[in-house]
């Protein structure tokens, strides 16, 4: 039978891993991986007219001498553009920085990832763990690490990642050096996303909580020392925040995600549903119907283990064969959507982060029952922090989107829980290692093969050159977007300067031109109806911008598609009253990006 008490995986002498062969191979592999999705897909991640732009933009601009927030709008913490400015200071403006930055960032998450594997005792887990964070992250859209919608998100990872090695580490360790590091990595989360600093916050005061329950007032003091350093540099930078343009500025005319911000209070909703932290009674019994399944899977899995008679090597190798075998003819079956999709459902599912949640409170249950021990739970703490990093993904957890940046813990802690299916009665060492390399690498199979479908149709790409770097975008979009280049740069050579509405921010990084007002992007949400439209207004007047591109870029995810007509009406009726259209980029009138010349009127 299965074991439900978890006692095997809430062992107190659950050691780590040792560095053997096997092990060594496991990282070189997993390095074989990152290079080799790396260069199999350079210059398709991204999308140039969505939010990567701001992310190419605002870094520059900073290089240039602006300053965040009081010249340049960003929605996130400052420590992602400030970074970034320094390594373009550095190695030159150029996207292949940019490139480097995300794809580095995802190795380092799966290394962190392996190593806290090793460390609780199963190497195949991180290394499943690893793996698919490799997968996610170099699809070709503008979820990924290489040019994402966000590099907060992407060093967030990051930093999540390290912050989760480093509390397993102090587990085993009363060096204050873990202490002091973890309490670093949370101080560099909250200045990235606030959602990864509040995770690694609590998740301390969990940790300092644990390790000091039998020892004592003075050591609990200690270690609440250590973390004060990256305390006083947040309240250092937050303050250099409100000094700007005071609380107010920050919240309501910047951070998009603070809860009473007006992106909050009318696209929250509309926000929170996109990554899964809805919950209502449909979504709750959709859960419990996939977790049966799930249940129905680890008892088929758990039977077919026991079945196995010899533990020699050939099993596994023919069990490999299979999954690949498996994964090929799925890829060819002409409904494979729906195949992978029900295979993920069962191998990656949604409702992951909430059954991590429940196995934690189990885990800490169990540690409170035996308070006898003196030992300080890893397994408790890192599926505690898994599910407080991911908890927007409650009931969306996916291979793509915004989970991409969030479920790398929580892959390792299901891929830890998936272990209970493993027979240890009897069993060796070496076939509970082999069972759980087994599971890894279906769920990594079936991650790969979900990636392959959602993936962007990469045969019908071109490359946009630039003198600020390659991209490959589609064909009509590549003329499109030379021709709007060209013009901003005739323009700009001109003294005159264009102000690119409501998005396609990219265009001011590809043309080297900036933008004219501290407003870069008019999505749903980021200027205010009230005093911050009337402060844009006044801006657009005072440097009587001569020039708008306006794009044919639409929101339906929001449930107001269109710019100045759905949202953004007032600013809208200006941009209508002050300026004349002049010509489309393209005469055509499909579903291809277009953009419209705007002139000032005299």
Known sequence: MIDTSLSWLGDPQNSPAKWTKATYCGLLALLVLWAGLFWLTWATWGDVTIDCGREMYVAVALLKGKMLYRDVWYLY????????SFLFRVFGVHLAVLYWAGSLSAVFSGIFLYLTGVELGSWPAGFGAAAIVQVQAFESSYMCFPLPYSFAAVYGCL??????WLIVRSCRSTNLIWIFGAGSAAAVALLLKPEYGFACYVMLGILIVARNARRGWRPAALDSAAVLPGVAACLLVIGWMVSIGGVSFITQENIMSWPTSYFMRHFGREWLAITGCTITSRVVAVAVLWTLVLFAAAFVANRTLRRVKSERSQFFVWALLAILAAAAIVWCLP????????LRRVFFPKQMVCLIAIVSGMLWLRQWRERAREFVPPLALAFTFSSLVAFRLLFGTSPWGYSIYYDGPAALCFLLLAGVVIPRLGRTKLFVTRSQFLIAFSVVAVVSLYAGIIDYDLANRVPLVTDVGTIRVTQPRAERYQAAIRWMKNVNAQGQAVLSVPEDTSLYFFSETDCPTRVIEFTPGVVAPGQMTARLIAEINLKRVPYLIWSNREYPEYGTPVF????????????????????????DKSDSWNAVIWERLR
């Open 335 to 342: 409904w494979r959507v729906s195949v992978v999709g029900g």
């Open 564 to 587: 100045g007509v759905d949202y953004n009406r007032e600013l809208g009726d200006y941009f209508r009253s002050h300026y004349r259209p002049l010509y489309a980029l393209a005469d």
């Open 159 to 164: 930093t999540a990642c390290f912050f989760l």
């Open 77 to 84: 913490g400052p420590l992602s553009p400030y970074f970034n």
